[in-house]
């Protein structure tokens, strides 16, 4: 099996300056979860460098491809 990276995970959520909300947003590996919607805020994220520490992630899904630029400029002017 090829070894994944999370970073190119659709789950993987990294938060700016190593905050706590960092990690795997699968459902299944959420340590927290929350049924109401207005409760999101408090779900915690899984640890993604244990759930992948061999690199052969169960729920691996490749994230969605980044629009080009030119692609984001034209559907602004649509």
Same mark, same amino acid.
């Given at each position: 099996?090829?070894?994944?990276?999370?970073?190119?995970?659709?789950?993987?959520?990294?938060?700016?300056?190593?905050?706590p909300?960092?990690?795997?947003?699968?459902?299944?590996?959420?340590?927290?979860?929350?049924?109401?919607?207005?409760?999101?805020?408090?779900? /915690?994220?899984?640890?993604? %460098? $244990? *759930?992948?520490?061999? #690199?052969?992630?169960?729920?691996?899904?490749?994230?969605?491809? /980044?629009?080009s630029?030119? %692609? $984001? *400029?034209?559907?602004? #002017?649509?």
């Amino acid at each position: 099996m090829k070894k994944v990276l999370c970073k190119n995970c659709r789950h993987f959520l990294e938060a700016p300056y190593e905050a706590p909300h960092t990690g795997c947003w699968h459902p299944d590996n959420l340590q927290v979860t929350q049924k109401d919607a207005w409760l999101d805020e408090q779900q /915690k994220p899984g640890d993604h %460098e $244990r *759930i992948n520490l061999r #690199g052969d992630c169960a729920q691996f899904e490749q994230a969605p491809r /980044k629009a080009s630029l030119w %692609e $984001r *400029i034209l559907r602004l #002017g649509a």
